[in-house]
Structure formats: structure tokens, C-alpha cells
């Protein structure tokens, strides 16, 4: 905050002075008054380490945080098997990083709970990656399958999220479900039954997709604080300016841009060629009008000094200009301007 | 003689860890498990942020300080005169929390909702992280106590063994984005909310714990997320962020930033803060940070302004406009004279503005100021501004 008395805007354009100096200054208030030497090995070793906590002026603040603890087992739960490539990582263009085989899909407790109690005694009957699987598929397929029906019949992007169309199962019957389930994870049809049918009645109970990604998301008017991520329309502003499109049309514009842009710079070399030739004649007809003179007026010895000099002039590959006019006469004198002149005037009232 | 169980609202002396006690006020109580009439309760203690808001125990209260609330009146639905007083006392007090900017409203409503922490631990890679604040996990997550992040794709899970079999399956050890910085250990993705909503969901709900006012009302599709990771063997481990709006009205060049606590005081704030001007300097766009800032996002912003603007300072001569700051930083000029005029270097001569800038009081602020923190290196940076009008066309089709 500044602590001076007048309130004064400041410019942003305005050049400042650096001052150097503080006593220059109107008032010092708030500054240092003297230069501050460090000899203190402690102090310098004070700042050394990055600081959270600020030095106000009303007292030091320090900001505590909550603790932290290492994890025992990281080391082997998480293992090193990262091997680093010389070039940035990007993403694969148009697909991303999205991998069709990784299983979206996790166990939650409920889940196990069931696999634990159909198993019982046979832990081998059906294991929980494979467990998880057929669940991911149905899931997936069942959205695609709603998805497809609803395009078809002409629904609005709005309702093919909304959260009737996510919960929904009735758009991928039970005969297409098992058959994909046979297609994609081998396993006997009666386990094959029983998940589907697990399946089925868990999203009965839901009354939603069991996967995060497939949920309706919150929608726009829910005021209640606790549900998040609802959509956003983006303001689409119209661009003000006029587009340049990047299609074939443009190309071929601008190849005749082009085309007339080089014809036009011939012409004008033509004209430069054509004007640069009328000087010239203009040159040498001045030349030949001066010869004449000259050879009607002179005294006769010096005739051939003058002959040999034009003709040097006419065998001269570029005539500068006609002999004798190196010099052109004087320019004619400025025009007066009465309020140049007083503009210029030096007694001027400031 | 106290009154037990105790009243939401009362205040009291309550012990910390530390130790000492300390003022706070209770805000929610609930029977212990297994207990008949044992109760816990969460207090906030009125002297620190609400982060360090926690269950505590009865034995942890210093019982002849308990001062109850006022009853309320009859036919006063809500609060009365008293207790809004003291709720607005005791946002007072919290001055300087990073509370200013708020409308007093939309404050109380937010920590009506946000009150108390429903997480309180979190496992995320190597380390076991208490939490600071409130998160709206999905409502199956509501009475979690712990959460199991997956290190990756930062997947939650209510249970460890849960964690490590999903983890089992993943095979990409980094963050779903581009890769756009790499100096050494460090590195830098560049996430898109649109193409990568399930990761940045996950991060939002993972850094909410720790942003206090951050929202999640909205989706993270017009976003873009820029990790921060420290890489080794074992893959690209996020240790902070900063999000930034596809295309800003307001000239915000970041809305949120976190360092994981686990990964505070290396200087990685400062990294992600000059990271973010580093890129609003290739889009030739000066840049601000989105308001509010919490109390530690003002500090570094403060401390990042301070160093950089008298780093200037020191080596010019002669003149220097604000502007010419701005060019040369991308800090907006608002920026530039809120940080001069609290350094008190902003002053007059013969009527004048000038800026100060004698050499010991330049050297008193940078003292003051720390380390650069983790530096960037501008050099080592890969990436063109984000093309939000084409990102737009893809949208609407």
C-alpha cells in the first residue's frame, strides 16, 4: 500500500527514474536508512533455504502444514521398469494415449464380495482379472449399444447424456451380450450367464452405469453443492475479423495472386527500360542540337576539339547527361509560407 | 460444571500437536464407534487456516475455557444477532487467511458445505499425505477415511489391495499428455481436460483436498493441466500442477496450482509460477494469476514478482516505465505496482513518481525473498499456445 499522502494515479507508459539515492527522495518513510552488511555466516545461512514463511512487519506468520509419511512397501509395489527416451513424449496423433485392450474397470467392494461367495471352495472358477473384464465389456458395450439405437432414432446430444440414456439396459439385449462376452473372454457359458445376469442386477439397483466414465454428468441446473463437473457451454464469440481460410480455394487465390503479382513486376521493368530509353534520347538530341550550335558559333580551330568530344560522348556506353549540363541550373527558390515562417521565428511568446 | 456433550459452536482451548493449546471453535461432533456416549468432535482452531481443522478427542479440550454458545432465540430460525457476530468475529480474526476477496455470503455458503474434511489421509506413490480440506468425492466415497491413489492415472480406491491390482494393469507411467519441458529429472505435461477428462477428474479431486477455494463445479473440459514430474525408473511421479483456462477472458494465465504437500519447500511453487510466465511469454500475452489466491499462492506470487522485477531493477539505469516491466515480464501492470508500492519502492521526487532503486534496499527485498526456487530453463521448452478456436470446431463438429 503506498504510504505517500497524495493518491496520485501512475502512468504505466511513463518513463521512471531509478533513483539511486534515497535522500533525493521527497521522504524515505518505509525504506532502509542505511545500507545493511551481512559479516553474519548464520544470517546468510538463513537465507539460503527457500522460505514458506513470510517476515511481515506484523510478526513473523509461520503456515503450519498436516504431516507426511513414507509408504513401507513402495518399493517393490511400484516397480522400476520405466525406460526413458531421448525425445519428448507425445502422444500417438488422433488416438492419444487411449489403449482398446486396458481394461477400464475396477473390483469395488461389493464386486469382490459377490466373486468371494460364487467361487466359494473353486477360488479357480473365476479370476478376478477375468471377473473384472467381462464386467468392463458389458459395460462398454452396453453404451455403445444405447448410443447407436439413440442416434439412430434422431436423439439430441443432450438426451443421449442425459441420466435416463446412461442408466438405461435395455438397448443391448441378453443373446448380443453373451455372444460378445463369448467373443472377447473365454469362459464357460454358465459363468458367462451368471455375471450377466450379476450385471443386470446390479445396474437395476444402481440405477446408473457402474463406470465413472459413463455416468451422466451432473447436470447444469443442480444447484447442490456436493455433485460437480457439470458441462459448460463455451461463449463462442464470432471472430470480428475476417477468417483466412486454409482450403483449396485459398490456394488457388492465392496462386493467382501470385501470377498477376509477377506479371505486373515485368511491366513495370518495361517501363523503367521505356523511360530510361527517352532519357536517353532526350540526352542525345540535346547533344546533337548542342553540336550544332556549337559548330555554326565556334571559331573554326576549335571545331575538332568539339566534334572529338561529342563523339567520345555519343561512343559513351551510359550518357550520364548532355556535355556541359553537369550541372543543372539553380532550383528555383523555396515558395513562402507565412506560417512556416512564423513557426520558425525565434522571438516567439512561449 | 461443563456440559457434556459439548454444543457445536462452543469455544474452547483445545490442544494441538505441538503440544500447547490453542483457541478454537468446535464445528461438528459424532459418537465414537463402539461407544455408548463418547463423542469426538472437529474443531477448527481460530488462529490457523482451516486446514488444520481435525477430529480430536474430549481429553485434548481445556475444559475451564469452554465459553458455550448463545442459545438462540425463540421464533429466530437461524443464527441470532450473537451468533453472527461471533461467526463474523471469527472470520476477522482469520484476516490475511486469503479470505478478503470473497463476498461474506458466498463464504459461509462454501464453508457451510466444505466444513469438515471427509478424507483425512491420502496414499498417493511414496508417500502417506494428511489431508487439508474438504473434497466432493462421488457420494460411494463420502464416509471414506483413506484414500489409495494410483500413481499414474490417478485413479482412487477405498482400498490398498484394490490400488495395487489396478495398478498392475497400467502400463502408461506418465501423465495422458504432452510432454512439453525436460531438464534433467523434471518434466512437464501439458494434459488436456477434453481428451483426457478421467486423469483430470482424478486430479481435481486429488488437489481439491489440498485448495482450499478451488470449485469443481464446473467440467475440466476448457481446461488444460500442466503436471509437474520428477521422473526416475519407476515412471513420471506428478508432484504438482497448475491449470489454465483454454482461453481466458479475463487474461488469467493460471486458475489453480498445487505442490503435492509431500513435495513442498523445493521450490517447485516457484517453478510452476515461472513456468506459467514462460509460456504466457511465447504467446506474447501478459498473464495473472486467477483471484483468489490462498494465503501460500500470494506469498510465492509475491516473493516471484519481488525477485524477478528487482532483478530488473538492479541492472537498469536511467529510466524505466511500467510498461516496459510488463514487456519484458508478461506481468500485468496491475501486478507491477501492487508488488513496487508494498516494497515501498514506488516514491516521489520534487513531485514526481519515481522507483527506488538504491542498491541496499534492493538487496534488503531480495534478501527477504529466498532462493529462485527450482529454475526453468526457457530453452528446453517445447510447445506452441494452444489453439483454442480449432479445439472449439472439434467440439461443435
Not at chain 1, 505486373?264 to 527500360?273: G, R, Y
Amino acid at each position: 500500500m503506498s504510504r505517500s499522502f497524495r493518491a496520485r494515479p501512475l502512468d504505466v507508459s511513463r518513463q521512471l527514474e531509478l533513483i539511486v539515492d534515497i535522500d533525493l527522495l521527497d521522504s524515505a518513510e518505509g525504506l532502509p536508512a542505511r545500507p545493511v552488511v551481512h559479516n553474519h555466516a548464520q544470517l546468510d545461512a538463513d537465507n539460503e533455504k527457500p522460505k514458506m514463511i513470510e517476515a511481515a512487519a506484523k510478526g513473523v506468520k509461520e503456515i503450519p502444514i498436516p504431516g507426511i509419511v513414507r509408504v513401507r512397501t513402495y518399493g517393490t509395489d511400484y516397480l522400476p521398469v520405466r525406460r526413458e527416451r531421448n525425445t519428448y513424449i507425445r502422444p500417438k496423433g488422433g488416438v492419444g494415449y487411449d489403449d482398446p485392450i486396458f481394461v477400464e474397470y475396477d473390483l469395488d467392494s461389493e464386486d469382490e464380495a459377490w466373486l468371494a461367495a460364487y467361487n466359494g471352495s473353486e477360488p479357480e472358477r473365476l479370476s478376478a482379472e477375468k471377473f473384472e473384464m467381462m464386467l468392463w465389456r458389458l459395460e462398454v458395450t452396453n453404451a455403445a449399444a444405447t448410443d447407436r439405437v439413440l442416434t439412430l432414432s434422431g436423439a439430441a446430444p443432450a438426451e443421449r447424456i442425459s441420466a435416463a440414456a446412461c442408466a438405461t439396459t435395455d438397448h443391448m439385449p441378453r443373446e448380443e451380450a453373451l455372444q460378445m462376452l463369448e467373443e472377447t473372454c473365454s469362459a464357460r457359458d454358465t459363468i458367462r450367464a451368471d455375471v450377466y445376469e450379476y450385471w443386470r442386477g446390479r445396474r437395476a439397483r444402481l440405477g446408473r452405469p457402474l463406470m465413472r466414465r459413463l455416468m451422466a454428468p451432473t447436470p447444469v441446473n443442480d444447484q447442490n453443492p456436493y455433485n460437480v463437473f457439470r458441462p459448460r457451454e463455451r461463449i463462442h464469440r464470432p471472430q470480428t475479423r475476417r477468417r483466412r481460410e486454409n482450403n483449396q480455394d485459398s490456394l488457388e487465390k492465392l496462386r493467382m495472386i501470385r501470377e498477376n503479382v509477377l506479371k505486373a513486376l515485368d511491366i513495370f521493368e518495361c517501363l523503367v527500360k521505356r523511360e530510361r530509353k527517352k532519357r536517353d534520347l532526350v540526352y542525345v538530341e540535346t547533344d546533337m542540337q548542342q553540336l550544332q550550335i556549337k559548330q555554326r558559333h565556334e571559331a573554326r580551330p576549335t571545331q575538332e576539339q568539339v566534334e572529338a568530344d561529342y563523339a567520345a560522348a555519343a561512343r559513351a556506353k551510359n550518357p550520364k547527361r548532355p556535355i556541359g549540363f553537369d550541372k543543372l541550373p539553380d532550383a528555383a527558390p523555396a515558395t513562402t509560407n507565412m506560417l512556416l515562417d512564423f513557426k520558425a521565428k525565434k522571438n516567439k511568446k512561449r | 460444571m461443563v456440559r457434556l456433550p459439548l454444543e457445536v459452536s462452543t469455544h474452547l482451548e483445545c490442544k494441538w500437536r505441538d503440544g500447547k493449546f490453542y483457541p478454537a471453535r468446535i464445528i461438528e461432533r459424532r459418537k465414537v464407534d463402539g461407544t455408548a456416549d463418547e463423542y469426538e468432535y472437529y474443531v477448527h482452531y481460530r488462529k490457523f487456516n482451516r486446514r488444520m481443522d481435525e477430529w480430536v478427542a474430549l481429553e485434548n479440550f481445556n475444559l475451564d475455557t469452554v465459553c458455550p454458545p448463545e442459545p438462540p432465540e425463540p421464533g429466530d430460525g437461524g443464527r441470532t444477532r450473537g451468533q453472527k457476530r461471533k461467526v463474523d468475529d471469527d472470520h476477522s480474526e482469520e484476516e490475511g487467511e486469503g479470505h478478503e476477496d470473497f463476498d461474506p455470503q458466498q463464504l459461509r455458503e462454501h464453508e457451510e458445505f466444505t466444513k469438515v474434511k471427509n478424507i483425512e489421509k491420502i496414499e498417493l506413490g511414496r508417500f502417506e499425505m494428511e489431508t487439508w480440506y474438504y473434497s466432493p468425492f462421488p457420494p460411494e466415497y463420502r464416509d471414506c477415511k483413506k484414500l489409495y491413489f494410483c500413481e499414474y492415472d490417478l485413479q482412487f480406491f477405498k482400498h490398498r489391495h484394490q490400488m495395487l491390482r489396478h495398478l498392475r494393469k497400467v502400463k502408461l507411467l506418465h501423465p495422458p499428455g504432452t510432454e512439453i519441458y525436460r531438464n534433467g529429472n523434471i518434466s512437464m505435461f501439458e494434459v488436456d481436460g477434453r481428451k483426457a477428462k478421467t486423469y483430470c477428474q482424478n486430479l481435481c479431486y486429488l488437489a481439491k483436498l489440498f485448495l482450499d477455494h478451488k470449485t469443481l463445479y464446473y467440467d475440466v473440459d476448457l481446461f488444460l493441466f500442466y503436471v509437474m514430474c520428477e521422473c526416475d525408473e519407476r515412471g513420471a511421479h506428478a508432484v504438482g500442477y497448475f491449470s489454465k483456462e483454454k482461453a481466458s477472458e479475463e487474461g488469467f494465465n493460471l486458475a489453480c496450482i498445487l505442490t503435492l504437500p509431500a513435495y513442498q519447500r523445493r521450490g517447485y511453487g516457484k517453478f510452476l509460477i515461472s513456468f506459467s510466465y514462460e509460456l504466457s511469454k511465447i504467446e506474447g500475452k501478459v498473464g495473472t494469476p486467477e483471484r483468489p489466491l490462498s494465503d501460500l499462492g500470494l506469498v510465492s506470487y509475491r516473493s516471484h514478482w519481488t525477485r524477478v522485477l528487482l532483478n530488473i531493477l538492479k541492472t537498469s539505469e536511467g529510466t524505466i516505465s511500467i510498461k516496459d516491466l510488463s514487456d519484458m515480464t508478461m506481468f500485468k501492470t496491475d501486478d507491477i505496482i501492487s508488488t513496487l508500492q508494498h516494497l515501498n519502492m514506488i516514491q516521489y521526487m520534487k513531485g514526481q513518481h519515481v522507483i527506488c532503486a538504491a542498491p541496499h534496499v534492493i538487496e534488503e527485498h531480495l534478501r527477504k525473498c529466498g532462493s529462485a526456487g527450482l529454475e526453468v530453463d526457457p530453452t528446453k521448452i517445447v510447445w506452441c499456445p494452444f489453439d483454442a478456436r480449432a479445439d472449439y470446431q472439434i467440439v461443435r463438429g
